[in-house]
Structure formats: structure tokens, C-alpha cells
């Protein structure tokens, strides 16, 4: 059971408030031997390297408050001794000051040595590993990130100064007590990231079960009984005997949204949304950030992509894939997406599982050119390749489908939860034991069992 400390006192600092009686309140700059960061040269982007010696560590390499060697970079003895003023040592805390992960904060371990950084990064040395290990818990509770946030986006593009870093206060404990603080949330903390990387393998597992299932269903069937024949496609393999291929506009009519971008107007009563890629989330239409467009631009899509209730529409151009049925009567225009309009013979449902199968993005695979963006043409998904099967069994197999895609994504949804619960407490227990909320002096590691 955590207990408090006996007696507190007032820290001066308001968004820190009451620490306990004996500990002293000192700016980071007042008891670190260095903080500085790393330079980049001119000639930078020619001396990185992808295999070295000499690891380049950027905020990239700062994930989830530990390193990471990817993206993996290098430089030669050259480029570090000119960068000498930035070379890094075994236990420096590594900050993130500039860009977007403004905060991230790492203890460079003895894997990463030797290493040098940019100026992106800020590296903080202490006298001693445990203090490293108290001053980068510190560094990670809410309080402190968020003041950081604030210090960083006084300018146009978030910055972090050295002088702003230096002058962030910090509890500071007795020294054996820092020991006790940095033993007991390295132990916790390790626990909780233990339990969570866990999870995050438990939702690849389920995400590689998913994909499975539905590979399984769209080219196999649901009897597994069935006779099996060559589907005389390589990539495909055997299908169920009395199962047909063909092309797909022998399934649906497809078409397209208008290429071109129609000016956009101000919302109201006689305009038109224009649903592009962005606007297709989760399966659904997202009609929140739109672009609207005038009635006369509207009339003239629709005479090419008249978007119906029931039918599909997908993106085909950048992120490809993601098919949505319509399921609102209200009308929109499309850009850049493809149609495919909905037939009394076919199952929807089906069609869509059928999008989100190996059977499709195969071929979508095969057909790239190798271009900046994905890119998916009429004539491409016209002539996609596709088992041509009964309307019953389609149904049966986006029944069953549905069935298992929802309990797999119930399971996701569930250990997301569960994760980011856990990060919470992770957080939680942090800022409680570093400010001094709780007392840990005679936390125990507990004993390995043999």
C-alpha cells in the first residue's frame, strides 16, 4: 500500500504545489554538468550513412521515452570529430526541442555508444546513472511536458531554447533517495511497458487473425469439404469447383468521380459536399471536413458518378482500398474516388470484404507503375480478376464474415482500452512518486523466484 510522506511543504510553484519537507527545488540547469545539443553541418546529409560506427541519433530515434534504432543512421570518425562538441556518453538524457515530438525524452544505454546527434536533440549529463534515471522520469511527468508545450510554441515553428530547458525546476531529493525513485519506477515502469508491449503483439495477432479470416472466406468458401480446382491464376491458387472467374464489370458497373477540383463555395442551402479519400474513415463517411461545392458543379459529376443509398465507394488515388457502402440518402459529389453502383444480384457486404482480401491488393500491387502517389484507373478496376459466385453464397460468406470481423474487433477495441489505461496509470505513477505524492523509501524489489 503507497503511503504519502509525514510533512510537506509549499514548493513557491504553483502548478507543482506541496513537496515533501526535506527535498530541495533546483532549476535543471543548476545541477547537470552539460546541457547542450548537436550542430548540423552543411555537409551533413552526404556524411549519413546506413551502416557505421557511429550511431546519428535524431528525434526519429525517440519513441515511446526510449530509443530506437530505426531509422537507423550513421556517421564516419571524420564527421565525429568535427561534431565533437556533440558526441554523446553512455546515461545522457536525450530531449527532443524542436519539431513535432517537441518533449520526447530518452537514456542513451550503452547499446547506442558511441553516438552523436543533431541540433534537433538536446542531451542532459549528470553525475551518475540514477540521477539520469530520477531526471528523465521527471522529465516525462504531464506537468513538465506540458510546460515544455508551452515554452515551445511561442514561435511559429514549435522550438524549445536551451535557456527555456535550463530553467525548468526539479525536485531533488535526497541522493540515496533519487537511487530508491529511479529503482522503483525503472521496476514498475518496466512491468507496465512488459504488460503493454504484450498487447500491442495481442492487436497484431488479431489484425493478422482478421485479415486471415477474410482471405480464407473470399477464395476458399465456408465448406471445407468442397472440391477444389486450379484457378489457373498463379497468385490465386485453388478455388471451390463450382466457382467461376472473371473480370469485374462483369459483377458491377464502376465508375468514377470527377479528376478535376471544382471550386469550393460557403456553406448553405443549395450547395453540395465533395467527398474525397479523407472523407472515407473507419467505413464510413465523414461528412464533418468537407468541401462544398456549387449546384451547377454538383449536376455535372453526378451526370458521371450519381452516388446512390447501397452503393460503394472507394478511394483511387493515394491510399487505395477502404470501400464504403453509402448508407445515407444524402447527396454528394466525388473526386478522386471510384463508384461502384449496387445490383440487386450482388451483396454489397461482400463486395466490400472482397476489396479488403489479398485477392484485390494483389492485383492493385501488380498494376502500380511505380508513380509518387497509388493509382488506380477505371480500366484497372474494371478488369480486376474476382470469383464469380451465387448470390446466396455471397451472402452466406459476408454473413459468417461479419460475424468474425466483429468479434475480432471487439477484441481490438478492448486491448486498446486496456492500453491506453495502462499508459494512464504509467503516467500517473510517475508524476505521484516524482513530485513526492508518494513515498517509495522502503519499496522492496521483489525477490526472483527459482
Known amino acids: 500500500m503507497m503511503k504519502p510522506y509525514p510533512r510537506y511543504k509549499d514548493s513557491g510553484i504553483e502548478w507543482l504545489g506541496e513537496i515533501p519537507e526535506h527535498w530541495d527545488l533546483l532549476r535543471l540547469k543548476h545541477f547537470t554538468s552539460i546541457i547542450s545539443k548537436g550542430t548540423t553541418p552543411s555537409t551533413i546529409d552526404k556524411a549519413i550513412m546506413d551502416e557505421g560506427e557511429i550511431k546519428f541519433i535524431k528525434a526519429e530515434n525517440i519513441k515511446d521515452n526510449a530509443l530506437s534504432d530505426f531509422p537507423r543512421n550513421f556517421i564516419d570518425s571524420e564527421t565525429d570529430q568535427l561534431l565533437q562538441r556533440s558526441r554523446l556518453f553512455e546515461n545522457d538524457i536525450l530531449f527532443v526541442i524542436a519539431g513535432a515530438t517537441i518533449g520526447k525524452v530518452a537514456v542513451l544505454t550503452n547499446e547506442f555508444v558511441p553516438a552523436n546527434t543533431n ?23 504531464p506537468k513538465v511536458q506540458e510546460l515544455i508545450w508551452i515554452d515551445a510554441v511561442q514561435a511559429a515553428q514549435p522550438n524549445l531554447s536551451m535557456e527555456d530547458l535550463g530553467n525548468i525546476y526539479c525536485p531533488s531529493p535526497l541522493s540515496n533517495e533519487k537511487n530508491e525513485i529511479a529503482n522503483f519506477l525503472d521496476h514498475k515502469t518496466h512491468l507496465i511497458d512488459t504488460l503493454i508491449q504484450k498487447k500491442k503483439r495481442l492487436i497484431d495477432l ?10 480464407e472466406a473470399v477464395i476458399k468458401g465456408l465448406d471445407p469439404d468442397v472440391p477444389m480446382k486450379d484457378s489457373g491464376i498463379e497468385w490465386l491458387g485453388e478455388i471451390p469447383e463450382h466457382w467461376e472467374i472473371c473480370a469485374f464489370k462483369y459483377i458491377l458497373v464502376v465508375k468514377d468521380g470527377t479528376h478535376d477540383t471544382p471550386k469550393p463555395v460557403p456553406f448553405s442551402d443549395n450547395v453540395y459536399p465533395l467527398i474525397t479519400s479523407k472523407n472515407l474513415k473507419n467505413g464510413f463517411i465523414d461528412f464533418k471536413e468537407t468541401t462544398f461545392i456549387s449546384e451547377e458543379e454538383h449536376k455535372k459529376i453526378i451526370l458521371r458518378s450519381n452516388v446512390s443509398y447501397g452503393d460503394i465507394i472507394m478511394p483511387m488515388i493515394g491510399t487505395i482500398g477502404n470501400p464504403v457502402i453509402v448508407n445515407t440518402k444524402r447527396e454528394f459529389s466525388i473526386k478522386n474516388v471510384a463508384l461502384f453502383k449496387s445490383n440487386p444480384n450482388v451483396s454489397m457486404n461482400y463486395i466490400t470484404y472482397l476489396f479488403n482480401s489479398i485477392i484485390i491488393s494483389t492485383q492493385f500491387d501488380l498494376n502500380q507503375s511505380g508513380g509518387v502517389q497509388n493509382f488506380v484507373s477505371l480500366t484497372i478496376l474494371n478488369n480486376l480478376i474476382v470469383p464469380k459466385i451465387k448470390l446466396h453464397e455471397q451472402q452466406e460468406i459476408a454473413d459468417y464474415l461479419d460475424r468474425e470481423t466483429n468479434r475480432i474487433d471487439t477484441l481490438l477495441t478492448k486491448t486498446t482500452k486496456e492500453i491506453e489505461l495502462l499508459q494512464e496509470y504509467r503516467t500517473a505513477l510517475i508524476s505521484e512518486v516524482v513530485t513526492g505524492k508518494i513515498d517509495v523509501r522502503d519499496w522492496k524489489k521483489p525477490e526472483i523466484a527459482c
Open 119 to 141: 541540433q534537433a536533440v538536446c542531451f542532459i549529463r549528470l553525475e551518475d546513472k540514477e540521477e539520469s534515471i530520477f531526471t528523465w522520469f521527471w522529465l516525462q511527468s
Open 206 to 215: 488479431l489484425k493478422e487473425e482478421r485479415t486471415a479470416v477474410i482471405n
